[in-house]
């Protein structure tokens, strides 16, 4: 048989080669959420994606909520579910199941699904090596949405201990000084990670072409912007979008070099964006 | 006023002198479980235990499980709790809620409370770095129980990163191969981790006085015996105290130095064992 | 039997757990004399304390002169014995056998009684790997009084190699460039070496309960002074409480969190400070 | 504009991933000639195959020859090229020659190349650090051709210093225990580079298909070979192919797992082979 | 026999202890060339003298250049050999023949004969590791003279990696970011290599007995003069003084505390600089 | 000046180079005594030597008695002194006086005296770092002479934190397991510490010019002689000589390639025997 498509193969992970030169050795975090946590097909895509970046010396660290699951497990438990501006109002039995699902659950699902792929990797929440210290938090309009926490600080020591042979999978669960657990938004906990990390890139998944100028125009992603001209648009911009936004403009101001909303929808979204010119959704840059 | 009490203290503290030396820079593996789990005054006693044991220079590894809390999961899911021969029949669900609960939710409580108590703690389950490899098993009858799971294999790799600076947490639950789950008896787990690192000791704790002569007579606890003996008896010996004894000669017949079955009823019987000679108990030596 | 008692002592060392949280991995120098090196029984007491110390991961380092053991060489010997100040007169000869009684005898004898209880310990002077470099000093009213030295240089270079694994024990002797030997006041060599090491803490024992407002009252100890406090009163005071104070003074300015004096009459009180509320003797903070 | 085509991309990509995995961490070693060191496009095109190898985290060993670049400074200055059994009769001078052009030219087109394509190289030849020791050898005829050597020993300190974070480029020259320098045959050295090191792979590129069962029919190249088959027809096999296959047994009964013999005129032969299952060239294996 | 004469030679080598003492763990950087590099006496001294100098604990780095071979390779190519200003003419296809030249042939003699006299040694030359980034430079006429560089950038990275272990022999060449390759003045490298490495002394070897403040008197040697003084009267210096006297000025202002003009043609000249008081040619100083 | 004189001293430096190289990073313990420690010239030419020794990469070890300054303190405490078969009757009173002139006096005396040749050393006893365990041991007539111990057992870990960068002196005292002191013949203890580290090379300073063939004929020197043949005669020699014998026996068949008695007498006999030919004394070897 003729070798032409190895061939062409090959050509193609040559092509790869510049953008492998550009972030080898670097930190990469990932917020894991939408299509590509729930379609199974999409699921083991990105498990590769990822453990293929730690082949090729990128240091992968992964951030996930799971709202869907926990949902599903409240209502087997015939717990009311409620929303103030897109938080979930936690009671303590709230935290106690979501808390469960994100940790007991959907971690571990991650976690087994990079080692069948060929990648160890260690599940941590918040709570381990107290990786990050929560507060309560009230909703935008003021409400008391209960455990409902932000993040006041970021430990990294025990990544430091993990990421050099493992890939670091975190559910985004945090407790306060007095032990009170908390739901942490998992795009503020990616944000909070790769400042603390001075990580390269901040890249988050999501279930939309990127940010859109016109959110009823799937045609109008703005390919790119600054972090400040985000900032000054902030205040009008609503769903879940913003916290991505806001995250953006964290890791930013935080040191980060670019952080990206990726559509997670498209196979292979994490390897378009690093190794392609492809330019799928919004990237965030420092003010030149 | 008298410094006659603090210097009773300090007399007291220079009596454990010969024990913290004897333990100083060796590991020991705890079993985590019953009435030490449940009752709140002896959970915050185990911690403070445990934390001490960090800070004279021992290695501590816990290792849990969480049958009660299981249960009552699955009460609150209405699903039907069985058992055979002390094993949970679990089918997948079970095993799903069983692994939430464990390792989102008890293994958390610990380390949250280890950290509280000053050491900052990292919560494991088998899944984490690969740390067990799962295989199914039979009840002792040949009846099929499901996604019940015996170790083939402890990769202690993830230990070694973790147990510098911090308190490792185990969840006994794991996977096989192929990444099913499966729960995993604790007791089993203990003795596998300890065996595997070759732990100096290896402590059980129990919500009865020892193994005893005469189940129906709590004072015929059987102090001191050795694990050929004990494994010449394991065929007779039924209950929750089986899986106990099996461990200790798993681990006396894979180096480890001592396995102690102890009250933990009794506060702070783990320092008791360590650095007392109250000699609470059974001890489970090599052959001499 | 009740394990009654052995409860009340783990209960004791529990309550230890606070204090030693906070001197975990910290640097403590203890000037050691008086009472507790004369007295058979304070002597063993000693070495326990500084043993339990190193177990429970604090790093002690041991600093002590031998004035009574000097003299009764000097008198076997036949010379004349004589003080300007507080500072023994020294000639060529009283220092050499100063230096021998100190380094071959004293600081033995520490280190010997260290090793049997449990911890190996390696005796130095100022002239191993050159830790002390000494000058000349006169007597505070201008009187020469020989080699008696100050210390103008300390090389932590040498307690870095040694004090991972072994206590430093080191006799105050010295010499200057020219290979002078010197006396050396134990006090200021105290201070010296814990301002040069950063450490955390240093004690000096005497057989006094503390700083006395009224010398002729024992019960007027001063419990906490800042050093600028003492600096002021500093030239008022005489004897020999007058160089543990400039001690203080040199060893706080010099950034070391606590200069205490202690009763080294008083059975462990070396733990009873670190381990207890005790609050024996006085207390040098920096100014607040 | 749609994102097919960088979608068959990171496919691509992803088809290399299990060959990654398998050759992530591992030392291979190429004997680089012929063909791909002479035409200009297959010159880039190694140096970016071996470049993207060390980033995908293999560890690349160049090795090489020249002939065609001696031969032509021989013709320059006026002298003579004769060949015994294709080995290079060698005086002084002819030595001299051929180690300034291997050395002196040819490897350092070969580091130049790599450091333009992203990853510095250093390149050594047999003197440096005593990396080979030659012995003069006869021609299989038992002539006499002067300054022509085999290696007594490997010395792979100075690769280790090297490889971490350079590719090591070793022209295949060296000198005896006397100084004097000789050729060695390239080929040669790879397999004793690779054993030495205890290389996972050898290989070798070639300007034919492969080891052809029949010398003049292209298409009869056998594909895999065990070591000792290869040594019992060793003795038949004459030409260029004779010191390759010789080089393929002596690196398998060191234990290099796979020695392969490829086509370097075909792009990219060596992504080709370890990416691949486009099975090109002659595969040498230990018996089974 | 009488030991008298061994007594006299171990006298000699305990003055050189205050030499040793001083350069012990220092970097000394030597511009080798002239009458010790052509000489077969003073070539086995120089060996010898830099093989001493390691193994008493001095770092030694050898920077060599090799006019006299690369004029005689050009002769026997019958090409024209030209020189402005003291810099030969470049075209490519010369630069081709002085690297092959210098890396090949000067430097590997070099690197074999540290070996045969006990220390293995790496040759490198500036490609290597990417050592050296050469521009182009014109004459002071401003005339183009070809491939002849300066040095714009020395990454000293591949010296760290083998400095520890062997001895680093620099040949003089280097390339630009387009991969075209310059000779290089060795006295120019050396003084650059010197700067970069903050070595303690520069040593260039000449044929002359130092820098003469009359040219056609030998006994007019400048013993000591400062860096500034040197500067100023650069403008008026020609031949091969002028790039040493440069190099001196370049590495003294970089921060190396001094640089010496030897007079190679005296057997041990470097052992007499370093260890005796000998005092022979030119030092240059910073400005007291 | 002409350079002649210089010339000849550095040609005297590189005939040494031959042996540097030999002791290039190998230890070597030294037995100090006899006219070397008395005589004020011997005294600086011995810490010169061994300096230097530490210079050129050598890692020598000192081990030192000191018989006539305890008797001098002996005589000046009106104390009586006695010997049997050689070896100082010793009550407690006596092995006090000996230990503190041992390590309080001579000692320092030679860690000072190379600390001003440029050189830091830390003096130790067999207490320190529990580097010797003593035994009492009894006359060869069977006497009780008291505290006179052997050697049970030396731990090199304290010699291993220190040799590194100080040259350790060691006096010749240690205690049993209960803290008892003893006189230890520092012949039996160099041989003992030479066996413990492995040592290359041991040498003992004498005030005679080697082992006699004839005890009254200074000429009869055996220059040459195996372990074995010297335990052959061992029972018919007395006086100094058999203890240092006795340890080069030890040393030999513990490992260590030669023991050499060498007449301290001489001027930096050490040096003399250890970098040339000059072949002083008696070497012990093993059997061939």
């Not at 062409?8 to 975090?29: C, M, N, Q, S, W």
């Not at 590769?48 to 082949?55: A, S």
Request: net charge negative; hydrophobic share 45%; charged share 25%.
């Amino acid at each position: 048989m003729s070798p032409t498509a190895p061939i062409r193969d090959v050509a193609t992970l040559l092509e790869a080669l510049p953008y492998i030169r550009e972030f080898h050795g670097k930190t990469v975090v990932i917020k894991y959420g939408g299509a590509a946590m729930v379609d199974p097909a999409l699921r083991e895509e990105f498990a590769r994606d990822v453990v293929l970046m730690k082949y090729v010396g990128i240091n992968p660290i992964v951030v996930h909520g799971g709202g869907p699951d926990i949902t599903a497990y409240m209502d087997r438990l015939g717990l009311p579910v409620e929303f103030v501006s897109g938080l979930r109002v936690s009671d303590a039995d709230t935290v106690e199941i979501a808390k469960m699902v994100l940790v007991g659950k959907v971690n571990k699902d991650i976690v087994l699904r990079l080692g069948r792929h060929g990648q160890p990797a260690v599940g941590l929440c918040g709570d381990d090596g107290m990786l990050f210290r929560a507060a309560r938090k009230a909703a935008p309009n003021g409400e008391d949405i209960g455990f409902v926490g932000s993040i006041e600080r970021v430990d990294t020591d025990v990544l430091t201990h993990i990421a050099q042979d493992y890939i670091p999978v975190i559910a985004s669960v945090g407790a306060d000084r007095d032990g009170n657990s908390y739901n942490i938004n998992a795009d503020e906990a990616a944000g909070a990670v790769a400042r603390a990390l001075g990580a390269y890139k901040v890249m988050f998944l999501t279930d939309v072409r990127g940010w859109l100028r016109d959110p009823a125009d799937q045609d109008s992603v703005i390919n790119e912007v600054t972090a400040d001209e985000v900032e000054r648009q902030l205040p009008e911009i609503a769903g879940g979008m913003r916290p991505k936004l806001a995250a953006c403009i964290e890791a930013i101001h935080g040191g980060v070099s670019s952080a990206v909303i990726v559509d997670g929808r498209v196979p292979h979204s994490l390897l378009l964006e690093l190794f392609t010119d492809a330019g799928l959704g919004t990237m965030v840059k420092p003010a030149i």
